[in-house]
């Protein structure tokens, strides 16, 4: 069978991992970039035996990089949500975590050249718009992956990366609050429909007959709890503009608890098919604006922190995230301006991919 050789870097951005192209060794046109990337990650299978996948949503992401259009950022960063077991790819999300590996591959491919101990890599998220500055560290004009700055969810400690957020709020509908209300019922259950960096359907666990501090495992052999969600986030999606999301991973979901470890909220996030393992960044941000904006469900459940800029935590299945957000806030006002999280990225592996020939042929 003859193959095509891609080049690309494999990364752990965050939480997640995933390979990292040039965007232009991949074909131009969509429906032949999906199967590409389908082939690449080895979709259809729930171990993804035939690709690079791992068998889990965390480990089936593409970021794909090039040189930035716009007058502000250095570097493009367009992100695949490819499927586990269905052949399925979706453009229209962002991804937080594999952006954390956005600002090592720009310089490791040599788009952008380091300068000095840090190097701040502007960024824009093509699928979403946002704009956001990444801070690497590069000592020696070469990315630095060792260090001592812990992530919950990862083993081990890493070089920090700093990820600051902006135009983040309403980055798929427009608006902060896409339905023009901050709680609404949906099938009988109060939902916050918000629209920060993701757009998320959040409730209450409590509202589902859940304690949420629910392990991912136990949540995921839930299956009356999905079905029941399922159907709430789909018509939340039509409820937000996003028209039938039955075959999309936006909107995602999450359900919030009280805090048991000193943070500011607990949260699950799905996504949406399965419990997260830990926490996305974009849904991180979302959940932050969500315990920090009046009247929404997380109000009266949340502690929320004073304070400008203000440190959200939030505690999920592996540990805490932190939020920093530089936001006005008031009886009746939340403005967002910018929301800083801490990462860390790792290169794995560098070389070709291949794909069968009959899939994409290359570039010639």
């Known amino acids: ?137 590069t000592p020696g004009g070469a990315v630095r992956y060792d260090g001592e700055t812990e992530i919950a969810g990862v083993p081990g400690a890493g070089a920090p990366i700093r990820l600051n957020f902006m135009d983040v709020v309403g980055s798929a509908t427009g608006a902060l609050l896409p339905t023009g209300q901050a709680r609404e019922i949906i099938d009988g259950i109060e939902i916050t429909c918000m629209d920060v960096a993701m757009p998320l359907a959040i409730a209450r666990a409590e509202s589902f007959g859940l304690s949420g501090y629910e392990t991912r495992e136990e949540l995921d052999a839930n299956r009356a709890f999905f079905e029941r969600m399922e159907a709430i986030r789909i018509e939340a999606g039509s409820r937000m503009g996003l028209g039938d999301v039955r075959k999309s991973v936006t909107p995602k979901f999450a359900i919030l608890a ?31 604006s969500c315990v920090l904006a009046p009247d929404t469900v997380a109000e009266g459940l949340a502690e929320r922190p004073d304070g400008n800029p203000v440190t959200v935590v939030i505690e999920h299945p592996s540990g805490k995230i932190e939020v920093t957000a530089d936001a006005e806030t008031g009886a009746n006002k939340f403005v967002l301006r910018s929301a800083g999280i801490l990462r860390t990225a790792r290169l794995l592996a560098r070389g070709d991919v291949m794909v069968p020939a009959s899939v994409w042929a290359g570039t010639g």
């Not at 390979?19 to 991949?26: D, E, K, S, T, V």
């Not at 990089?65 to 790819?89: C, G, I, K, M, T």
């Not at 000193?262 to 959940?287: D, E, I, K």
């Open 1 to 137: 069978m003859a193959q095509t050789a891609i080049p690309f870097l494999f990364l752990r951005g965050g939480t997640s991992r995933g390979p990292y192209f040039r965007r232009g060794a991949l074909p131009e046109d969509r429906e032949t970039l999906a199967e590409v990337l389908m082939a690449v990650v080895g979709a259809g299978h729930p171990l993804n035996i035939d690709g690079i996948g791992g068998g889990a949503a965390v480990t089936t992401k593409v970021a794909m990089l090039s040189p930035s259009e716009h007058d502000w950022a250095d570097v493009d960063y367009f992100f695949a949500q490819v499927a586990v077991e269905e052949r399925l790819v979706d453009f229209k999300p962002t991804c937080g975590n594999i952006l954390a590996g956005v600002g090592p591959a720009a310089i490791e491919m040599g788009l952008i050249e380091a300068s000095g101990p840090e190097t701040q890599v502007r960024i824009r998220a093509v699928n979403t718009g946002a704009l956001i500055e990444a801070t690497v560290q």
């Open 258 to 288: 009280a805090p048991r470890e000193g943070g500011a909220v607990t949260a699950r996030y799905f996504m949406p098919w399965n419990c997260h393992p830990s926490m996305a960044v974009t849904g991180a941000q979302c959940l932050a």
